[in-house]
C-alpha cells in the first residue's frame, strides 16, 4: 500500500505540473507586432503607412489579366486572338471579345479582388489613422476613386467602409454607389457615414501619384460625366464644372508632344494628374512588353524575357487615325521587325499561310480571332517606350488620369449641353493639334469624331470600354463580334465572390 | 525550461561516461540435422547461432550444421516460419532438432507509441513489418521498404527522381491543409525526420493506422503514425555481430514518351534543321550507384552497443542528378543499480549532398525538334555554343541541363537521451530528451548563356540556407501490475516541444563570368529588383502535451485499451489553446471461448479515436505586419534617404484557428487458420475529419469574419473550414511455410479497398466557401482552365472538362461542351484499391522473393497527350507525342475527358534471388549473394510515363493546394527506371 501511495503521490506530482503548463503564447520574431506597427509615431513610418493607400494600385492596372484587360480586350481598340494552342487560356479572352464573359472568367475575379483589397487596405488605415482629418480625406477619396472604377466595371458592388462590421457585406445598387462615391468626396450623408467636404479638405498643392483636390475633381468629372450610365440621369453641367477646376488651376497643360507622356522617365510630363508609379526594381506589375511583344520583339528591345505574342489592337480601330496622326506611330508597333542591332527578324516557325512569310511584320490586319491567328498578325501596343534591356516590369508610370484626357471630357460635356459649343471644339481641336492633324470644324462635332477622337488619344490607357458605353456602342457588332446584350455592359459578379459571400447579387443577365 | 534541459542532457552524458567495455573467448564442435518435426524432412537455411554470442552458422542443403563453441553453451535454431528453438550442448557433440512449425505468430511484440505489446493485446489497427519482410533492392528510403507491405498504407514516388522523397498516405487524403504524411516517430522521437535513418538500420516499424491506435499522439496522429525501431545491441550476455551489406545498382530508362523521329517529322511537315538528334537519349544515361553499410551491435553484461555507418552513392539516370549520403548511427545503453536504472543515448548523423537539373529538360527533350542539332555556332557565342532558335516556349534540353545548376546539402541529426528507473516495482519512470535537427543549403546558378532566364539577364545565382530544429522532453511513469487474472498497464506522460524554423536567401543577377556561380554571389551586379532576393526568417512553436493511457488484458481473452492526450499549442487562436483527443478500444479472442476448429485464433476488435492535425504555420492566429515592398517618398530612386520597407498586414488572421479533428471507428478480426498457418487481419474504418484546415478565400475587402478588427487585405486566411469523410476496408493474409518437396513458400496478400473521401461541406460562420478550383493545365494556352474542382457532397479531386464526343471530318473535336459552367465529372486520380502480393521461396541455400503490387480505380491526367499529340499547326515547331491512343485531330488541343486515363495497373516491384553460401569458415558466421531487380514490369493501358497514383501536383509550389489536386501527370515528370542491383552482405564471427 506504501507503494501504491508513492505512485499516486508520483502521478499527482506529474499532473499538478503540467496541467499549469498550458503552452505560451506565440512568440513574434520576423514580424512586426500589431501593437507596434499601429503604435507608431516615426514620421517616416507614417508617411509610409500612407503611402500603401496607392502602393496597393501598383500591381495589375496596367498587367495582365485583371481589369485593365477586361477593359481594352472588351472593347474595339484591343484583341488578344488565339494562335492555335497558345492563348486559348479556357477560351477567356474569345469570350471577352465577344461579350460573352462568365461570372467564373480569372480576370473578372481578379479585376475585383484588385480593387477591393485597395480598399481592404484604406479601410486599415483608416482605422487607425483616421482621426487625421487630411489624412482621411485623402483616404476617403481615393477609396471613391477605386469605388469610381468598381461602378463602372461591376456597376452593383458592396460599400465597405472602415466602420462595416458585416462581415459578408451585401450587394449596393449602382445608383447607391455612384451616391457613395459623390459623397466621399463632397461630403454628405451617405446611410448614415457623414463624410465631410473633402474636397475642400484635400491638399491643392500638385502633387505625384497622390490624391489632393485635382485628382478628386477629374474622379467627380468622370462620376458626372457617365452619371447616366451609372445611375439613370445625366450631370453633365457638373462635369464640365468639375473638369474647369482642374483647366482652371493652371497646374497642368499639354506636354509638348504626345510621347512625352509615356516614355520611361514620364513622371515629369506635365500633363499627368494622377498616375500610378510604377518602378521596375520597387514597384513591378506593368509588364507591357511581354503582354503585346512577339517573341522575337525580345530581341528589338533587349528585353531580359521572352513576351507572350498576346496583345494586339484591331485593323479598324488602327485605321481610325490619319496618317499624319502623330499618335499613330508613337501609339502602335506595326511593320517591318528588327533587332536592336538593326538586324531583320525572322520568325521561322511563321505559318505556312501567311503572306508576310518569315520576315518578322506586323500587319494591322488580323487574319481571324481563333483559332489559329497568324502569329505575327495584329498591330501591337507600343504606346509606352520599351527600355533598351527591359526587364519584365516596367519603369514607366502609368496614367490613370491625364490632363488630355479632362479637356477633353470637359468639351465632350459641353457638347452634350449645346451640340454647338464653341469652346467644346477650341478644345478637342487643342488636343488634335499636338498630335499633328487637323482642327475639326464645328460640323464634325458628332458623336461619331467625338468618341473616335477620345479613342484615339486615350488608347489603351482603359478608358474606352466606357466611352463605348456612355455613346451607345458598346453593344455593336464588330470585327469578329456580334452585337450584345446592353446586359453586357456590366461585368459579372466573380463568382469566387458570390460563393465565400453570400450575400451578393449577380448582375443581370448572368 | 531550456536550463532543465540542458541539466538532464548533462547528467544524462555523465551517466555514459561510467560506461566499460570489456571482450570474451571460446572452442569445440557440435553436428548436427534439423529437421520438420511434422514431417521429418531436413530443413536448409536454418540459423544456428550460439546463445548469447555472434557466433552462428546456417544449416546445408541437407540440413546439416556444424560449429565450434565454448563450454556450456545453449544453441538457438531459428528459421522462418517455425518455433525458434534452444539446446544446451552439454557434453554432446551431435545435436538433431526437430522443429515445430510456429504457431506462435500471434505472441510477437508490438510497439505502440511510449511503449510496447503483445500483438495478442493490440485492439486497434495496427500493422509491424520487420527487416526480413522489407522490400530489397536499392531502397535509398524507410518508406520504400514499405511499398506493398501494409494494406492502407500507399508509397508513391511517381518516375524515378532519386531526389525525390516518397509521398505516403495512410488509408488515403486525412486533412486539406495539415500534414497529410504519418507521423514519424524514430525509437521514440516524436515528430523525427525519415532522413535521420538508413534503410539498413532499421529493424522494424510499426504502422498505427486508426484513430484509437494513433490517439496517443494527439494533435498529430490523423495522418497515422509509423514507428520505426532501429537495429540495436542485445542486453543479457556478451557477444559482438559484424555486418557488412554492399551492392551496386544500375538504373536504366524504363519507359519514356515516343515521339517522331527526324524523319517522320519533316515528313509530317515540321521545321528541317538538318540534323538528328534523340534529345531523350542525349539527357539520359545508365546511372550506377554503390552503397556500402557496416554495422557492428554487442552488448557486454549491462552494456549494449551498436554502430553503423551507411555510405550511398547514386548517379541517376540523367545526367546532372544524383546523390552522395553518409549515415552515422551510434547508440550505447547500460543499467545499473541491478538494472533498475538504464540510460541510453542515441546519436545519428546524416550527411547529404545531391545535384539536380531543370526537370523542365524532360519536357523540351520531348517536345524539342528532332532535326535539331545539339551544337551550332562557338562555345564564346551568345548560346554557348549550343542550337538554341527565338521560338515560343523552345529551349535545347541539353543545354537547359547544362546551363542550369542546382545543388542542396542536407544535415540531419538525431541526438535522443533517455534514462528509466524502475522507482518501485511495477512502476517505471522515464525521460526522454531529443534534439531533431535539420541544416540544409542550396546553391543555383542560370548560366549568363541560358535562355531560360532570359536572353539578356546574363546569368542568376542564389544561395539558401535554413535551419529547422526540434527539442523534446517528455517524462512518462509506467505502472504494470496483475490482479488475479487482470493484466493492467496504465502510463501517464509528459511532453514539451520546442521547434524553430529559420533561413536565409540571396539572389543576385549579371554576371561576366560563369565561374564562381553560388559560390561568389558577389560578382552579380545586380542585386535590387526582380530576379533578385536578400530575405531571412525565424519563428518557433511550442507544444505542450499530457497523455495518458490504461491497457487491460482479462484471461487473455477480454481486451480494453483507453488513451487520453490533450495537446496545447502556441499556434493556436488565444480562445482555442488546448485540445482533448481520447481514444478507446476493446477486443476479445473468441477461441478462448469457443472450439472454432481449423480456426485456430480469432479475435474480434473494435476502436474509437480522435486526432488531429497542426495548422501548418504557427503564427496564422496573428495580425503581424510584414514587409511589403520598398516606397519611394519622392519617387525618385536616386535619392535612397527617403527609401524604406513598408508593413502591411502579413496575412488575414483568424484568431479563432484550432487543430483539425479526425474521429474514426475501425472494426476487425485478427486470424489464425491451421495452428495459425495461415494468419491475417480484416479491418473496416471509417473517419470523419472536422475542422479541416484550410487557406479559403474570403470577400476581398470586407472585414475579417474571424473577429479580429481588421479588413481583408490578402483575402485569403486559414480557418477551420469542412468536413471529409471516408471508409475503408483492408485484408491480410499470410501462410506460413507451404511446403512443396523442398522448396518452402511462404505468400503474403494484402489489399485496400477505399471508399473514397467524400467532402461533406465548407462552410466558415455567414461565408460560403463551395468549391475549390485547383490546377490548370498550364502554357500554352491552357493557363485558365482549372480541372480540378472540390464541392461539397463530391469526392474529392474530381476533374471537369468536357467530355470527349468524337473527331468530325475536318479532325476538329466535338465535345459536349465549351463553357466551363456545364463540364462534368471526367474522372478522379485517387485510387478505388492497391494490392501487394509478396512470395518468398526457399530452396536449400537459395531463396526468391518478389513484390508484385497495383493500384486500380484511379485516372491520371496525361499531359504530354494533353499538350502536343495533335497535328496542329504547332507540330510545326514542337515533335508530337505518339501513343496508341493518339487520335487524328488538326485542331490546338484542349483538355476534355479524351486525355484523362484509367492508369490501374500491375507492376512487379521488386524481384530478388538469394544465395547463402554455405560457410565453416571461423571468420564469416554468414555470406549471401544476392541480386534483384525492381520495377521489372508494369502491366497498364495508360499511355503516360508511369501510372503510379498521384496524390500531389507536382507542378503546384503550394503543397496543400498541390495535396487537393491528385491525377495529373506533369510535363516534368522523371522518366521511370528500372534497376538491378548485385549485392553481397556477411557477418563476422
Not at chain 1, 514607366?396 to 488630355?404: E, L, T, V
Not at chain 2, 529437421?35 to 546439416?64: H, M, Q, R, W, Y
Not at chain 2, 512553436?541 to 499549442?569: G, I, P, Q, W
Not at chain 2, 484523362?900 to 507492376?907: G, K, Y
Request: proline residues 4%.
Amino acid at each position: 500500500m506504501n507503494k501504491m501511495n508513492r505512485f499516486f503521490l508520483v502521478l499527482a506530482v506529474l499532473i499538478g505540473s503540467v496541467t499549469a503548463c498550458e503552452a505560451p503564447d506565440q512568440e513574434v520574431f520576423d514580424e512586426v507586432p500589431s501593437d507596434d506597427a499601429l503604435g507608431t509615431t516615426n514620421p517616416d513610418a507614417l508617411a509610409a503607412f500612407a503611402a500603401s493607400a496607392y502602393r496597393q494600385l501598383v500591381g495589375n492596372w496596367g498587367g495582365h489579366n485583371s481589369l485593365w484587360s477586361l477593359h481594352e480586350v472588351a472593347s474595339d481598340e484591343m484583341v488578344i486572338a488565339r494562335k492555335g494552342a497558345d492563348w486559348d487560356d479556357g477560351g477567356q479572352w474569345i469570350r471577352v471579345h465577344r461579350h460573352e464573359y462568365l461570372p467564373s472568367e480569372p480576370a473578372v475575379g481578379n479585376g475585383w479582388g484588385y480593387c477591393f483589397t485597395a480598399i481592404g487596405n484604406i479601410n486599415n488605415l483608416l482605422k487607425t489613422f483616421g482621426s487625421n482629418a487630411l489624412l482621411r480625406s485623402e483616404l476617403e477619396v481615393t477609396r471613391a476613386m477605386i469605388y469610381l472604377w468598381l461602378v463602372d466595371a461591376y456597376g452593383n458592388v458592396p460599400v465597405i467602409t472602415e466602420k462595416t462590421t458585416d462581415t459578408t457585406p451585401p450587394t449596393v445598387a449602382r445608383a447607391q454607389v455612384y451616391d457613395f462615391i459623390e459623397k466621399s468626396i463632397v461630403g454628405g450623408n451617405f446611410g448614415g457615414t457623414v463624410f465631410a467636404n473633402n474636397l475642400a479638405n484635400l491638399s491643392a498643392q500638385k502633387t505625384y501619384a497622390t490624391m489632393n483636390r485635382w485628382v478628386a475633381n477629374v474622379v467627380l468629372a468622370k462620376l458626372y460625366l457617365n452619371a447616366q450610365v451609372y445611375k439613370g440621369t445625366q450631370e453633365w453641367q457638373k462635369a464640365a464644372d468639375a473638369c474647369q477646376v482642374v483647366i482652371g488651376s493652371g497646374l497642368y497643360s499639354l506636354a509638348p508632344t504626345f510621347k512625352d507622356n509615356f516614355v520611361t522617365n514620364n513622371a515629369g510630363s506635365p500633363e499627368n494628374i494622377f498616375v500610378i508609379n510604377y518602378d521596375e526594381n520597387n514597384a513591378e506589375g506593368f509588364n507591357l512588353p511581354q503582354m503585346t511583344g512577339h517573341y522575337l520583339t525580345q530581341q528589338t528591345f533587349n528585353l531580359t524575357d521572352q513576351p507572350w505574342n498576346g496583345y494586339a489592337s484591331l485593323e479598324a480601330f488602327y485605321n481610325s487615325f490619319e496618317t499624319a496622326d502623330a499618335r499613330r506611330g508613337a501609339s502602335f508597333l506595326v511593320g517591318p521587325q528588327f533587332s536592336s542591332g538593326g538586324v531583320r527578324l525572322k520568325d521561322i516557325s511563321a505559318e505556312a499561310g501567311d503572306p508576310d512569310g518569315e520576315d518578322l511584320t506586323f500587319t494591322p490586319s488580323i487574319n481571324m480571332l481563333e483559332p489559329n491567328s497568324f502569329r505575327q498578325a495584329g498591330a501591337r501596343v507600343g504606346k509606352w517606350e520599351f527600355r533598351l534591356g527591359a526587364r519584365t516590369s516596367l519603369s514607366n508610370d502609368f496614367p490613370i488620369y491625364r490632363y488630355a484626357d479632362v479637356l477633353l471630357m470637359r468639351a465632350e460635356a459641353l457638347w452634350r449641353i449645346n451640340p454647338a459649343s464653341a469652346e467644346a471644339l477650341t478644345l478637342v481641336n487643342q488636343v488634335r493639334g499636338r498630335a499633328g492633324v487637323a482642327a475639326f470644324l464645328a460640323a464634325q462635332m458628332t458623336a461619331d469624331n467625338l468618341l473616335a477622337e477620345r479613342g484615339r488619344e486615350m488608347f489603351a490607357e482603359g478608358h474606352r470600354r466606357s466611352d463605348l458605353i456612355r455613346f451607345g456602342k458598346y453593344n455593336d457588332a464588330w470585327w469578329e463580334k456580334t452585337a450584345s446584350l446592353p446586359t453586357r455592359n456590366l461585368f459579372p459578379i466573380p463568382q469566387g465572390q458570390i460563393l465565400v459571400n453570400p450575400d451578393l447579387v449577380q448582375n443581370p443577365g448572368y | 525550461m531550456t536550463k532543465l534541459y540542458l541539466r538532464i542532457r548533462s547528467c544524462l552524458l555523465l551517466l555514459l561516461m561510467v560506461f566499460t567495455v570489456s571482450a570474451m573467448a571460446q572452442s569445440r564442435t557440435v553436428t548436427g540435422k534439423v529437421t520438420d518435426s511434422g514431417d521429418g524432412s531436413p530443413i536448409p537455411g536454418v540459423n544456428v547461432l550460439e546463445k548469447g554470442t555472434s557466433n552462428g552458422t546456417v544449416t546445408d542443403a541437407d540440413g546439416n550444421y556444424s560449429i565450434s563453441v565454448g563450454s556450456n553453451a545453449v544453441l538457438v535454431f531459428s528459421f522462418v516460419g517455425y518455433t525458434s528453438q534452444e539446446a544446451t550442448v552439454g557434453s554432446q557433440s551431435t545435436l538433431d532438432i526437430g522443429l515445430q512449425p510456429d504457431v506462435t505468430a500471434l505472441s510477437e511484440v508490438v510497439v505502440v507509441g511510449y511503449g510496447t505489446q503483445e500483438k495478442k493485446e493490440i485492439t486497434s489497427a495496427v500493422a509491424s513489418v520487420s527487416a526480413e519482410n522489407f522490400n530489397r533492392g536499392n531502397q535509398t528510403t524507410a518508406a520504400g521498404l514499405l511499398v506493398g507491405k501494409v494494406p492502407g498504407l500507399s508509397v508513391t514516388r511517381p518516375g524515378g527522381d532519386p531526389n525525390q522523397a516518397p509521398t505516403l498516405r495512410l488509408r488515403g487524403i486525412t486533412t486539406f491543409g495539415g500534414n497529410a504524411e504519418p507521423l514519424i516517430v524514430i525509437n521514440g522521437v516524436v515528430g523525427a525526420s525519415l532522413e535521420n535513418v538508413d534503410p539498413n538500420d532499421i529493424a522494424s516499424m510499426d504502422i498505427l493506422k486508426d484513430g484509437s491506435a494513433a490517439a496517443i499522439y494527439g494533435a498529430r496522429g490523423s495522418g497515422g503514425v509509423i514507428l520505426i525501431t532501429t537495429k540495436s545491441g542485445k542486453g543479457g550476455g556478451s557477444y559482438t555481430n559484424i555486418n557488412y551489406n554492399g551492392f551496386v545498382t544500375m538504373d536504366q530508362v524504363a519507359n519514356r514518351i515516343d515521339v517522331l523521329s527526324a524523319s517522320e517529322y519533316v515528313a509530317r511537315g515540321g521545321t528541317n534543321f538538318g540534323s538528328s538528334t534523340d534529345w531523350f537519349n542525349e539527357l539520359t544515361q545508365t546511372g550506377y550507384s554503390h552503397t556500402n553499410n557496416i554495422s557492428v551491435d554487442g552488448a557486454n553484461n549491462n552494456l549494449t552497443y551498436s554502430a553503423a555507418v551507411n555510405y550511398r552513392d547514386n548517379q541517376g539516370i540523367v545526367k546532372g542528378v544524383n546523390f552522395q549520403r553518409l549515415n552515422t548511427r551510434l547508440e550505447v545503453g547500460n543499467s545499473f543499480i541491478d538494472g533498475k536504472l538504464r540510460a541510453k543515448i542515441s546519436l545519428a548523423y546524416n550527411d547529404r549532398d545531391q545535384e539536380s537539373i531543370n526537370l523542365g529538360a524532360f519536357r523540351y527533350a520531348t517536345i524539342y525538334n528532332p532535326t535539331a542539332p545539339i551544337f551550332e555556332g562557338t562555345p564564346d557565342d551568345q548560346n554557348g555554343g549550343y542550337f538554341q532558335r527565338d521560338l515560343f516556349d523552345f529551349y535545347n534540353p541539353v543545354a537547359l541541363a547544362n546551363q542550369q545548376q542546382f545543388v542542396g546539402e542536407r544535415k540531419n541529426s538525431l541526438a535522443n537521451y533517455r534514462l528509466e528507473y524502475d522507482l518501485i516495482d511495477n512502476l517505471t519512470l522515464a525521460v526522454n530528451y531529443a534534439v531533431d535537427r535539420e541544416d540544409g543549403l542550396n546553391g543555383g546558378y542560370w548560366s549568363t548563356k541560358d535562355r531560360i532566364v532570359g536572353f539578356g539577364a546574363k546569368g542568376q545565382a542564389r544561395r539558401d540556407t535554413y535551419s529547422n530544429r526540434s527539442r523534446l522532453f517528455e517524462a512518462t511513469a509506467r505502472y504494470d501490475r496483475r490482479f488475479g487474472d487482470l493484466n493492467t498497464e496504465i502510463l501517464v506522460g509528459f511532453g514539451d516541444q520546442l521547434r524553430s524554423f529559420e533561413g536565409f536567401a540571396a539572389q543576385v543577377r549579371q554576371f561576366l563570368y560563369d565561374g564562381p556561380g553560388f559560390n561568389g554571389l558577389d560578382f552579380g551586379a545586380i542585386r535590387q529588383g526582380p530576379g533578385t532576393e536578400v530575405s531571412s526568417y525565424y519563428n518557433e512553436d511550442v507544444l505542450r502535451s499530457v497523455f495518458a493511457r490504461a491497457n487491460f488484458n482479462y484471461k487473455n481473452t477480454y481486451f480494453l485499451s483507453a488513451t487520453v492526450r490533450s495537446e496545447s499549442f502556441s499556434g493556436f487562436g488565444k480562445d482555442e489553446k488546448t485540445g482533448i483527443f481520447p481514444a478507446v478500444s476493446g477486443g476479445v479472442q473468441i477461441t478462448e471461448l469457443v472450439d472454432l476448429g481449423v480456426v485456430s485464433s480469432l479475435k474480434f476488435r473494435a476502436s474509437y479515436g480522435v486526432t488531429g492535425n497542426l495548422p501548418p504555420f504557427s503564427n496564422l492566429a496573428l495580425a503581424n505586419y510584414g514587409p511589403a515592398g520598398i516606397v519611394d517618398f519622392d519617387g525618385n530612386p536616386l535619392t535612397s534617404s527617403d527609401q524604406f520597407v513598408r508593413i502591411q498586414l502579413a496575412r488575414d488572421p483568424n484568431p479563432g484557428l484550432k487543430w483539425e479533428e479526425k474521429t474514426e471507428i475501425n472494426v476487425g478480426f485478427d486470424y489464425g487458420l491451421f495452428d495459425n498457418k495461415l494468419t491475417g487481419s480484416i479491418e473496416y474504418y471509417t473517419r470523419n475529419i472536422d475542422d479541416l484546415l484550410y487557406g479559403v478565400n474570403l470577400p476581398s475587402g470586407a472585414p475579417n469574419p474571424f473577429g479580429a478588427d481588421v479588413n481583408n487585405i490578402a483575402n485569403f486566411a486559414w480557418a477551420n473550414i469542412g468536413s471529409i469523410s471516408s471508409a475503408g476496408f483492408e485484408f491480410s493474409a499470410t501462410y506460413n511455410g507451404l511446403k512443396f518437396g523442398g522448396i518452402t513458400y511462404t505468400p503474403s496478400f494484402n489489399f485496400t479497398i477505399y471508399d473514397k473521401a467524400v467532402i461533406e461541406s465548407f462552410k466558415v460562420g455567414d461565408l460560403g466557401l463551395s468549391e475549390l478550383r485547383l490546377a490548370t493545365p498550364g502554357a500554352p494556352g491552357q493557363n485558365n482552365n482549372e480541372i480540378i474542382r472540390n464541392l461539397p457532397g463530391q469526392t474529392l479531386g474530381n476533374m471537369y472538362g468536357p467530355v470527349f464526343q468524337g473527331i468530325d471530318e475536318n479532325g476538329r473535336y466535338k465535345l459536349s461542351t465549351t463553357n466551363p459552367d456545364e463540364f462534368e465529372v471526367v474522372g478522379n486520380g485517387l485510387p478505388e484499391g492497391e494490392f501487394g502480393f509478396t512470395n518468398d521461396f526457399r530452396f536449400k541455400n537459395w531463396d526468391v522473393n518478389f513484390l508484385l503490387r497495383g493500384a486500380w480505380g484511379h485516372d491520371l491526367y496525361n499531359s504530354y497527350r494533353g499538350f502536343y499529340e495533335n497535328r496542329d499547326a504547332a507540330s510545326k515547331t514542337w515533335n508530337s507525342v505518339v501513343t496508341d491512343k493518339t487520335p487524328f485531330i488538326t485542331q490546338s488541343p484542349t483538355f476534355s475527358s479524351l486525355y484523362v486515363e484509367d492508369a490501374s495497373f500491375i507492376r512487379l516491384d521488386n524481384f530478388t534471388v538469394g544465395y547463402n553460401l554455405p560457410t565453416k569458415s571461423n571468420v564469416f558466421s554468414s555470406v549471401r549473394f544476392y541480386l534483384t531487380g525492381q520495377n521489372l514490369f508494369t502491366i497498364t493501358n495508360y499511355t503516360g510515363i508511369d501510372p503510379e497514383v498521384r496524390y500531389t501536383d507536382s507542378e503546384n509550389n503550394d503543397r496543400f493546394q498541390a495535396g487537393l489536386a491528385p491525377g495529373l501527370e506533369r510535363r516534368n515528370t522523371y522518366a521511370t527506371v528500372r534497376s538491378f542491383t548485385l549485392g553481397l552482405s556477411f557477418k563476422i564471427k
